[in-house]
């Protein structure tokens, strides 16, 4: 028994040792394990719910509502309107929709006028193996274009917005030589794609276009769906008696309609929306 006792003793004495110093000890091997190392974990955030996408349908029906609108602020200013942008006071824009200059792209970085004719130059190429334009469209040079960003902002509901460029050949290349050119185009400056056109061709008549051919191409290339024929037209509403239009579900049972026409003398074709 005494034997018994005796071995209990240091028994008693790792517990007393390993009671008091045991727990800093482990947390120094937890601290050792955690500091001064990187740890990844997937984890949901809220921030997921403040990332939003806009449709193509909807995306034309609000940049139609604006182009058509073209409501400008009092004062210059950035268009802040992504995520993580700077802000923008909305109350300052006037009207429902708004077509303000934005010189920075989503992520709040600077953007320059080539960037836009870069993106321009790719959809004109995509345009033309589509068919949607003629092959014998030319590159735009950056020399003879001028390109401006935009955002088209539906101001009750800031969020929806559509960042664009707008593409101009320059004034003072008008009295150049403009056939085969492209004179004027809005381009998605997330997508490069071309929502509308003006372009001097080689062709001489409307019968050689076929409008159908070019806005379901257009379309299938906007990743919209089959255009509808638009029967209620005004035909003193166009410059031109050369045109047909064409309806896209829009937002909230409005619809866009999509005109592609031709002035004739000049040569001109081009593809643009309206509300």
Known sequence: ??????????????????????????????DNNILNQVHTQEAETGLEGYRYSLSANEKLYILSKCLSSQTLPESEQNAMTRPGSANTDYQELMGTYAFVTNRKDASGQAVSASQGVALCNQGVKELKELGVLPQGVRELAASSYSAVQYSAIDVPEPRNNVLVWKISLNTATQNANKKNRLLDACVDADTGKIYEFYVRTELTSWK??????????????????EPVEYTNTNPLAETTPYFKKYSFTGMEANSTIVTVGFYEGINELFLKISQ
């Open 1 to 30: 028994m005494k034997k018994i006792s005796l071995l209990l003793i240091p028994l008693a004495v790792v517990i007393v040792v390993f009671a008091v110093w045991g727990p800093e000890a482990l947390a120094r091997y937890r």
């Open 208 to 225: 050689e276009i076929d409008a159908d051919g070019i806005i379901r191409a257009w379309a299938g290339y906007m990743g919209l769906e």
